[in-house]
T-cell receptor, first 114, second 114 residues
């Protein structure tokens, strides 16, 4: 079945550092890929998405490129801020029929210190 | 309201009791999903509705779990004869049509079984 693997955490960075969070996936078809973020005390929010190979999703300075050849969707940001501290989840949807249920990775906690 | 609303936010029950968790999706959203999130893990799919029809219940862990959406709007997830392993955060998400539309998540119900 479909699965998503995220790098082990937690990750602690200083403000303005470069961020990479690795995500790889296994899927039988051509899934859509997502990054969701959960800020402290809040619900899951969609951060960005990509629906086909070589697409780049971007939002709030974060980027991720859909790499079919390496089945990856790594999240990057050039300069993190304290406000980026949150839990980040990589997810996929195989989009089969109308049921676009999401398969999530375990999530990784990012802490950014001033 | 503007977002997905779940109630209660917290629920404590004794083992063996029945519980009911409510989800009020965004108005006009056709698709509704339930997920279960254990501590330190990513959300896992439970079931999916398109309007009032439950099209996929493959993720429900046992026949003690039951979900309904009788009028195609509010949904209830019921767990009968609760067990300690049912302790988790239960997330509800809705989307406009479920296909290539982002899922909007509620804040979840944290269920603790004593």
């Amino acid at each position: 079945g479909d699965s998503v693997t995220q790098m082990e955490g937690p990750v602690t960075l200083s403000e303005e550092a470069f961020l990479t969070i690795n995500c790889t996936y296994t899927a039988t078809g051509y899934p859509s890929l997502f990054w969701y973020v959960q800020y402290p005390g809040e619900g899951l929010q969609l951060l960005l998405k990509a629906t086909k190979a070589d697409d780049k999703g971007s939002n709030k300075g974060f980027e991720a490129t859909y790499r079919k050849e390496t089945t990856s969707f790594h999240l990057e940001k050039g300069s993190v801020q304290v406000s980026d501290s949150a839990v980040y989840f990589c997810a996929l949807s195989d989009g089969a029929g109308a049921n676009s249920k999401l398969t999530f990775g375990k999530g990784i906690t990012l802490s950014v210190r001033p | 309201g503007a977002g997905v609303s779940q109630s209660p936010r917290y629920k404590v029950a004794k083992r063996g009791q029945d519980v009911a968790l409510r989800c009020d999706p965004i108005s006009g959203h056709v698709s509704l999903f339930w997920y279960q999130q254990a501590l330190g893990q990513g959300p896992e799919f439970l079931t999916y509705f398109q309007n009032e029809a439950q099209l996929d219940k493959s993720g429900l862990p046992s026949d003690r779990f039951f979900a309904e959406r009788p009028e195609g709007s509010v949904s209830t997830l019921k767990i009968q004869r609760t067990q300690q392993e049912d302790s988790a955060v239960y997330l509800c998400a809705s989307s406009l049509d479920g296909v290539n539309q982002p899922q909007h998540f509620g804040d979840g119900t944290r269920l603790s079984i004593l």
